[in-house]
Nanobody
Framework: QFTLVESGGGLVQPGGSLRLSCAASGFTLGGYVIGWFRQAPAKERESVGC????????NYADSVKGRFTISRDNAKNTVYLQMNGLKPEDTAIYYCAADFHPSAYQCYGAADDYDYWGQGTQVTVSS
């Protein structure tokens, strides 16, 4: 059974940092493009960023560019979302998603392109 599990969410003060993890079980993440998405209350789900399956190319939403970094450790079968300089507007449930595309040197931010999703982890930025 293919499963993605996010962890690392929590409550943090504005300006603080969190590192989210997306761990896979039942399959190897190495051949997958990984996307990070978030959904705030009463708002639509939006792309945060993504990382390609080959070459480690990343893309980010303008709202998080320069503050968030996505990386992957295929040996640990895990992808990370490092979030620095957090703002109250970053408050949301964060999801990782995977799409099997082993030859992708680029990644993509459309949620419909991803087949496997985690259950999400809550991030709350508040003083």
């Amino acid at each position: 059974q293919f499963t993605l599990v996010e962890s690392g969410g929590g409550l943090v003060q504005p300006g603080g940092s969190l590192r989210l993890s997306c761990a896979a079980s039942g399959f190897t993440l190495g051949g997958y493009v990984i996307g990070w998405f978030r959904q705030a209350p009463a708002k639509e789900r939006e792309s945060v960023g993504c990382i390609s399956s080959r070459g480690g190319s990343t893309n980010y939403a303008d709202s998080v560019k320069g503050r968030f970094t996505i990386s992957r450790d295929n040996a640990k079968n895990t992808v990370y979302l490092q979030m620095n300089g957090l703002k109250p507007e970053d408050t949301a449930i964060y999801y990782c998603a995977a799409d099997f595309h082993p030859s992708a040197y680029q990644c993509y931010g459309a949620a419909d392109d991803y087949d496997y999703w985690g259950q999400g982890t809550q991030v709350t930025v508040s003083s």
